[in-house]
Every structure is written in structure tokens, then in C-alpha cells.
């Protein structure tokens, strides 16, 4: 049963039982209508009180139901009912009240929580704004203001934050339950029982000034997202009457609901949860991970290292350079500060940090490791050698990782006598901040060894994505790729300028050039002279970042690079040296420039990034269309509202990507090779996500 009923004295509890995280699927909707109405009937009953089965309260509508024609008792119709319930109701909410989980709570007169208790209205994370009464209720409730601020963000609040913004009435410590009852029965007996929300008519703490300031900055960071924006227009509706808000919060939800960001949202909701799971592995077995040993202090190694003192691990740090190891120590150390007096983290949990750290001098200390993370320069030979030490020194179940970006994994285990416990671990800098996790699952590696390496890089909050060893795996494979079309589009014609717009027109987080700036053209700069031996010499080579790099225009590093950056600032400002030294590469080569559109740059792009996941899917690179659609999401700024490339190529359809191809191919038949995948799904009509 997913709504079970019992009573406690003359108060009646229904509980929501509908595990995994107690949604609002048809089934508990019917429950709790059905239950309403038997307490409507019993005139003993003088309260009833809502709580959820388990760890969680309610984790929201049934997100599995989206898409799918609606089924009544639709929610806004069920908290109606509950609302008007002859008798009060109390929410006790015993974990996550999330979307129409507090929804159902702002039904309610009373709501109480558990330490536990985590109350929000995330739905703008799913391309929807809150479509049960949540954009009125609340605000009512809390003021416009503090609700906007929840509803746009996204973000939940913890017991004690709910407590002190008024969503919460009260905390208990005990035993939620027991503890919910005395204190309902306590009000009921006062017989002074608070009025339902939605008969409140004048909203609390107007502040159009905030509201004003708040409109700004949601438009400023939704960056092409369009649900913080409409759940801003629904919660201005707040001050209509009731009835009113409510109609126009259901049109605005229902829009939203039909949109593509909403799909693609969705997509990655799923698709982040899914990515963990790998078909196939034989065993669920996994090794206790409690001492890490971080070979190198770069930044990689600092930002790795981080990432494991955050996620609670015991950390060593080896450099063989001494001075590295210092400056590493002491970087660490000021990023813990920073974010103390920023609040991020408290003080006792920095100390906390900085106990589990440990600088070590001698690789043999490495040998009281379950994990050994190689982070050292990208060079084989130096990393043969270390593994080969490490084989020597590691106790018998350690697991030897390397960072490599692109270096042969396989290589690498095949050097130690434990060919299975090598695997590839690729952070993604800064470490400690960037999500996504590559992996890289070598040849020879054995499932209870992949297994704990996607678990560790869970409980250190990453996504992790599995990848198939080749060069770059699968994101730098792919960003290859289309930042070759980047290239080939300022020799063409472009600034850029013009393609960084198109690009972050799209939705990307920054344009292809500015992230070069970022990165480092020296990084670029090294990798394309890894590659001069091997690469066809009849291969279009553009050699404009070169130039910038014999200039030493680095970057933002130095100031200086596709763009120039004014006294520190990040701020990328176009650059007329840049234009003349763009002109003159193509007048050397004797290219007559063109324009490019805004929609012809983002194709050329887009179509090079799917054309390349579509030869990785083929490969088995990636294990599904998914996993691609997670390494760009977490790694590299593609917008969530989109899905990931992968995603966006079947909402516009493989055919149109295939010839969109071919039509490129008529004037560069050697960069444009559809991928026989692309082919096959586009006469077929397939999608890269069919299973
Ligand atoms: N509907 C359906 N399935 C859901 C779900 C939901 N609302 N929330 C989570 N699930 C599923 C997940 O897909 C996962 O399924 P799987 O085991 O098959 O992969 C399973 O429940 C467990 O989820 P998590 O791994 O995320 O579990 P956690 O314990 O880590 O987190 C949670 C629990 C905090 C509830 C988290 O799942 C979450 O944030 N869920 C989404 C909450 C949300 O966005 N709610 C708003 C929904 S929209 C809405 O309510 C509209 C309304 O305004 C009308």
C-alpha cells in the first residue's frame, strides 16, 4: 500500500510508503485522496498527520510520469484536497521535501521536520518551475522575496535554515513521530488553528527593491535557461488572488513541461544516475579505500588531493621536488582559509582536513596505500618507471591509478605484475571542483577493481564516466575534434570572437578560444608537437595558436592570448593583434575569408563533437550515448538544458546531423567522414539513445 493509514488517539497518520524516494506517482496520489476523504468521514478524528516511510519525506512528483498524458488526481487538485481537509493537517517531514513534496507540506497548516529535514523547490533544475501550488503558497508563507530566491536557485534548505525562514515550525531531535503529535495535539487544543495559505491575501516582507535585484542576477546566471526566468513570473503572480496565481503557475508549468530544455534536463537527471552503472560487471565486490597517495604536487596533484581531503580520505602528497611539495602544502592550506572566510566550510572541518594530509618524501611511504594515484608529468617513460616502483613498493590490493590525459593505460599495466589493478583515474582541474571523472578502464583491469574506483569517485562527489583507452578518452577525443573546425573557422573567415558568442549563444559556459585562454596555449602548444610526427603531412594544419604562443601570448597567464585580459582582470577583450595575425594566416595560404553564421558555427561544432561520439560509441570507447552526453556536462560547460551533445543530435535528429555532414564534406571531404553509426541511425531513424 502506498499511503498506509493508522491512528494515534484521535489523531490520524498517513504515511507514504513508495520507495526509492516516496514520489507522487498515480498510485500515492489516489492514496492520499482516498485518505483524506476517510478522515473527512470519521468525526473522532480531530488531525491528521503526513509523514514518509524511510529516509525520505516526498522526493517530488514522479519525474518517470513527465511526458506521459497525465492521470487524475492531478497533484495541484490533491493539495487542494488536503488543504480543505475538515480537519488540520501536519506535515512531519522525516527527510528530503523536495518539489511537490513541500508542496504537499505547504498544504498542510503545520509543518515540522527531523535534523534530517531538507525542504526545496529544485524543479528548476528539471526545466519546470513548481506546478502544485509552490510559486503561491510559499511565498505567502516566507515572502516573495526569500521564495523567489529558493524557487530560482533551486537550492534546498537544512532543518535549521527552514526553521529560521519560517518554512518549518519546528525541529525535533527524538523521535520525529511521537514528538510531532504532542506538539499538533498542543495546537489542536488551543483550538487557535492557523489558516490555510491559500486564504492569505496579502504576501509578508514586500521588498520590490530585492525582487528587482534578484530578477537581475537569475537573468544574468541562467545563461539561456529559461526556468529560473519563468518561475520568477509565477511567483510575481503570487500577489493575484489565489485562484489566480494558481491558474497562471499551472500555464507556466505546463509550457515548460512541453519544452525541449525540459527534456534535456530531465535526460541528465536520469542520465547521472545512470552513468554509474556499469552492464556487464561480473562481480559487486569492492576493496575498502581508506589512505591515498597523490603522486606529484602540481596543480593536478593539489587539486586531487583536495578532492580526496574533502570526501573524507586520509591523504598522502609525494613530489620529488621538494620546493613543489612546499608551495603545494601551502596552497592547500590557503585554499581551506579562503573558504572558511568565505563559510563554505567551518574551521573545524579545515583543521579536520589538514590532520588527514600528510606530505611524504620517500615513494616507499606510499606502500601503506589502498590507492596510488600517479599524477606526475605526461611523459611514458617516466611513468613506466614509476609504476614499476610502485608494483615493487604497493601492499598487495592497492590499486594503481594514473591521471594521464591520453597516454596508453594499457602500456602502463602491463609494466607491473598487476596488470589488474591498473586503471585510469582522469581528473578534470581544478580537481577539487570539476565534477566529472573519466575511468579509464584498461584492458587487463578486473571488475572488483573498476567497481571500487566508480564507488571512491562517488563518495568524493564526482560523476563518474567509464571510457575505453585511447587517445584522449572520450572527452579530449571529442574536444579535438571540433576545436580543429574551431581552427579551420578563423583561417576561414571568423574571429574568435565570433565563434566563442556562437558557442555560448548555445549555451556553452565559454567559447572554444576562450578555453584555450584558460587552459594554457603552451598546453595546446606541447600536445600539437607531440603529435608533428605522427600526424599526415597532407593534414590542414592551421598554426595560428603557434604564433600566439611565439609571441608568448600564453593566455590569461600571461595576460595575453586569443584575447587580452586587463590589469588580472578575466574579462576577455578582442584584440586587434589578434586579428592581423588571424588576417595574415590566411592571406599566407591564400584563403579569400568568409562570414559564418551564428547557427553555421554552432553546426560545424556541434556536428564535429557528435560526428566523434558516434566513432567512440562505435569503438565501445563509451558504453552508451549517455555516458558522452555526462563526460561534456560535468566537464565541459555544455549546457544541462540541452542533454549533452549526444542528446541534442537526437532532438534534432540524427539525419539532420548526418547531412548536415555531407553538405560540409562537399567542400572538405577530409575532416567531414560521417561515422558509420551516424549513417545507420540516419537512414534508419534512429536514435544515439535507442537501446
Ligand atoms: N521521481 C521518480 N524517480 C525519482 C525521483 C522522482 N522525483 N527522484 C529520484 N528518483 C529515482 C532516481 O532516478 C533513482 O532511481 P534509480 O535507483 O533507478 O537510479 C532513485 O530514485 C534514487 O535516487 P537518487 O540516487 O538520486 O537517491 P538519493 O538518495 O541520492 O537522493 C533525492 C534522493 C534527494 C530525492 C534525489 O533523488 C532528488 O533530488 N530527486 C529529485 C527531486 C526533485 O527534483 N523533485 C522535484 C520533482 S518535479 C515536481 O515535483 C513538480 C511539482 O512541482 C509538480
Not at 20 to 43: C, F, M, T, Y
Not at 117 to 126: F, M, Q, R
Not at 462 to 483: E, H, M, P, Q, T
Request: net charge positive; hydrophobic share 40%; charged share 25%.
Amino acid at each position: 500500500m502506498s499511503v498506509s493509514f493508522e491512528m494515534y488517539g484521535h489523531i490520524a497518520v498517513l504515511t507514504i510508503d513508495n520507495p526509492p524516494v516516496n514520489a507522487l506517482s498515480h498510485h500515492v496520489r489516489q492514496g492520499l485522496v482516498k485518505a483524506i476523504e476517510r478522515v473527512n468521514k470519521d468525526a473522532a478524528i480531530k488531525g491528521a498527520v503526513i509523514i514518509g516511510a524511510g529516509r525520505i519525506f516526498i522526493g517530488g512528483a514522479d519525474i518517470k510520469e513527465f511526458g506521459k498524458p497525465p492521470l487524475a488526481p492531478h497533484l495541484p487538485d490533491v493539495i487542494n484536497t488536503i488543504e480543505a481537509c475538515r480537519v488540520p493537517i501536519l506535515a512531519a517531514i522525516n527527510g528530503a521535501a523536495l518539489g511537490g513534496g513541500l508542496e504537499v507540506a505547504l498544504g498542510c497548516r503545520y509543518r515540522v521536520g527531523a535534523k534530517t529535514a531538507k525542504t526545496g523547490l529544485p524543479e528548476v533544475n528539471l526545466g519546470l518551475i513548481p506546478g502544485a501550488g509552490g510559486t503561491q503558497r510559499l511565498p505567502r508563507l516566507i515572502g516573495a522575496l526569500k521564495a523567489a530566491a529558493m524557487i530560482t536557485t533551486g537550492k534546498p534548505l537544512d532543518a535549521e535554515k527552514a526553521l529560521s525562514a519560517g518554512i518549518l515550525d519546528a525541529v525535533f531531535e527524538q523521535d520525529l513521530l511521537e514528538e510531532s503529535i504532542t506538539f499538533f495535539n498542543v495546537k489542536l487544543k488551543s483550538g487557535e488553528i492557523r489558516p490555510a495559505l491559500s486564504t492569505i491575501t496579502t504576501l509578508p516582507f514586500a521588498d520590490p527593491k530585492g525582487f528587482e535585484a534578484l530578477t537581475k542576477k537569475t537573468k544574468a546566471r541562467a545563461r539561456g535557461q529559461l526556468s529560473p526566468i519563468k518561475a520568477l513570473e509565477a511567483v510575481e503572480a503570487a500577489h493575484l488572488p489565489f485562484a489566480q496565481g494558481l491558474k497562471r503557475e499551472r500555464k507556466i508549468f505546463m509550457d515548460c513541461m512541453a519544452s525541449d530544455q525540459r527534456s534535456g534536463l530531465i535526460h541528465s537527471f536520469f542520465a547521472q544516475r545512470q552513468v554509474g552503472k556499469i552492464p556487464g560487471l561480473k562481480t559487486s565486490k569492492i576493496r575498502e579505500i581508506k589512505t591515498v597517495t597523490i603522486l606529484g604536487a602540481g596543480t593536478m596533484g593539489v587539486g586531487i588531493a583536495m578532492a580526496f581531503l574533502d570526501g573524507g580520505y586520509a591523504v598522502q602528497l609525494f613530489d620529488i621536488n621538494r620546493d613543489a611539495q612546499d608551495k603545494a602544502l601551502a596552497r592547500i592550506y590557503n585554499t581551506y582559509k579562503g573558504s572558511v572566510t568565505k563559510g563554505r566550510i567551518t574551521a573545524p572541518q579545515m583543521r579536520k582536513r589538514l590532520d588527514n594530509l600528510s606530505a611524504i618524501f620517500d615513494m616507499q611511504a606510499a606502500s601503506n596505500s589502498e590507492l596510488i594515484i600517479e599524477a606526475a608529468t605526461e611523459n611514458m617513460e617516466i611513468k613506466k618507471s614509476i609504476f614499476r616502483e610502485l608494483d615493487a613498493l604497493a601492499k598487495p590490493s592497492c590499486i594503481l591509478a594514473s591521471n594521464t590525459s591520453y597516454l596508453d593505460i594499457n602500456i602502463l599495466a602491463k609494466v607491473t605484475k598487476r596488470p589488474s589493478d591498473v586503471i585510469g583515474m582522469h581528473f578534470f582541474s581544478p580537481a577539487n571542483i570539476m565534477k566529472l571523472l573519466e575511468v579509464v578502464r584498461t584492458d587487463s583491469v578486473s571488475d572488483e577493481v573498476l567497481g571500487t574506483v566508480m564507488q571512491v569517485g562517488k563518495s568524493i562527489g564526482k560523476v563518474c564516466v567509464v571510457a575505453g583507452v585511447c587517445d584522449g578518452f572520450i572527452g579530449n577525443r571529442v574536444l579535438k575534434s571540433y576545436r580543429k573546425q574551431a581552427d579551420f573557422m578563423i583561417e576561414d573567415g571568423a574571429m574568435p570572437q565570433d565563434v566563442d558568442r556562437a558557442m555560448r549563444d548555445f549555451g556553452l559556459a565559454m567559447g572554444p578560444f576562450q578555453v584555450s585562454d584558460l587552459a594554457g596555449i603552451d598546453i595546446g602548444w606541447h600536445t600539437r608537437r607531440r603529435e608533428d610526427a605522427t600526424r599526415p603531412k597532407n593534414e590542414r594544419y592551421v598554426d595560428i595558436a603557434d604564433k600566439l604562443y611565439d609571441l608568448g601570448r600564453l593566455g590569461q597567464k600571461t595576460g595575453a592570448g586569443y584575447y587580452s585580459y586587463k590589469d588580472g582582470n578575466r574579462t576577455p577583450v578582442d584584440d586587434p593583434i589578434v586579428e592581423k595575425l588571424i588576417l595574415d594566416a590566411s592571406k599566407r595560404k591564400q584563403i579569400t575569408r568568409r562570414t559564418f553564421t551564428d547557427t553555421e558555427i554552432q553546426n560545424r561544432i556541434l556536428f564535429a563533437m557528435i560526428n566523434e561520439g558516434a566513432k567512440i560509441l562505435e569503438e565501445g570507447i563509451a558504453l552508451r550515448a549517455l555516458d558522452i552526453d555526462m563526460v561534456f556536462i560535468h566537464g565541459y560547460g555544455f549546457p544541462a538544458y540541452r542533454g549533452g551533445p549526444m542528446f541534442y543530435g537526437d532532438q534534432i535528429g540524427v539525419k539532420t546531423v548526418y547531412d548536415g555532414i555531407l553538405e560540409f564534406a562537399k567542400t572538405d571531404p577530409k575532416s567531414w567522414k560521417p561515422a558509420k553509426l551516424l549513417r545507420t541511425l540516419a537512414k534508419t531513424n534512429g536514435r544515439f539513445s535507442d537501446p
